[in-house]
């Protein structure tokens, strides 16, 4: 299932709807206001897509490394994937159109997790291993990099309007949520 939040400006989350999929799934990532793009464990399937109502549909125009099922993230910023290989230490960005990519390697790029589009089309990335955020180009370029002050930061999700941003992390013993003033 997929829970449809909201975020007041106060911080306070809301539950505006659930979702109900067919299948289970490990990472989402917004299209546009109405459909997600999920990523699941179904190596024949592992791109579908999902609307609010709960319309499911797949992505079969796209081919993926075989690494990108061990604790990968993604998201779909334009039309571009940026998916993420802990164990390798790699960003790899896929263009949809021509099914072409590249791997994105840096010493910044320590065991990338989650990921999410940030302002101006540029790409943040979470690096559990240093415990920082990377910024990259779409072009794949390393832009710069934050200190979170968190342990294994996990997820990052930028504010709709693009001034803020979240990053929590996955420390069962210390968890937490972060905001942040979107760096611009």
Same mark, same amino acid.
């Given at each position: 299932?997929?829970?449809?939040?909201?975020? =007041?400006?106060?911080?306070?989350?809301?539950?505006?709807?659930?979702?109900?999929? #067919?299948?289970?799934?490990?990472?989402? =990532?917004?299209?546009?206001?109405?459909?997600?793009?999920?990523?699941?464990?179904?190596?024949?399937?592992?791109?579908?897509?999902?609307?609010?109502?709960?319309?499911?549909?797949?992505? #079969?125009?796209? #081919?993926?490394?075989?690494?990108?099922?061990?604790?990968?993230? %993604?998201?779909?910023?334009?039309?571009?994937?940026?998916?993420?290989?802990?164990?390798?230490?790699?960003? %790899?960005?896929?263009?949809?159109?021509?099914?072409?990519?590249?791997?994105?390697?840096?010493?910044?790029?320590?065991?990338?997790?989650?990921?999410?589009?940030?302002?101006?089309?540029?790409?943040?990335?979470?690096?559990?291993?240093?415990?920082?955020?990377?910024?990259? #180009?779409?072009?794949?370029?390393?832009?710069? =990099? %934050?200190?979170?002050?968190?342990?294994?930061?996990? %997820?990052?999700?930028?504010?709709?309007?693009?001034?803020?941003?979240?990053?929590?992390?996955?420390?069962?013993?210390?968890?937490?949520?972060?905001?942040?003033?979107?760096? =611009?």
């Amino acid at each position: 299932m997929i829970a449809l939040l909201s975020v =007041s400006r106060d911080g306070d989350i809301l539950l505006m709807r659930w979702v109900v999929t #067919s299948f289970p799934f490990q990472v989402i =990532s917004k299209i546009d206001t109405q459909s997600f793009l999920v990523g699941t464990w179904d190596k024949e399937k592992p791109l579908r897509t999902v609307d609010v109502l709960g319309n499911e549909g797949y992505m #079969s125009n796209v #081919s993926l490394p075989s690494t990108f099922y061990k604790g990968s993230e %993604y998201i779909v910023l334009a039309k571009l994937l940026a998916l993420t290989v802990p164990t390798q230490n790699i960003v %790899y960005l896929k263009t949809v159109e021509n099914n072409t990519g590249k791997l994105v390697k840096d010493k910044r790029i320590l065991c990338p997790v989650g990921v999410c589009a940030g302002p101006r089309g540029t790409i943040f990335v979470c690096c559990e291993d240093n415990h920082c955020l990377v910024q990259l #180009s779409q072009q794949g370029d390393v832009l710069t =990099s %934050y200190d979170v002050s968190m342990q294994f930061p996990r %997820y990052v999700r930028v504010s709709r309007d693009g001034t803020r941003m979240a990053v929590a992390n996955a420390n069962k013993n210390n968890g937490m949520i972060k905001l942040f003033k979107t760096p =611009s």
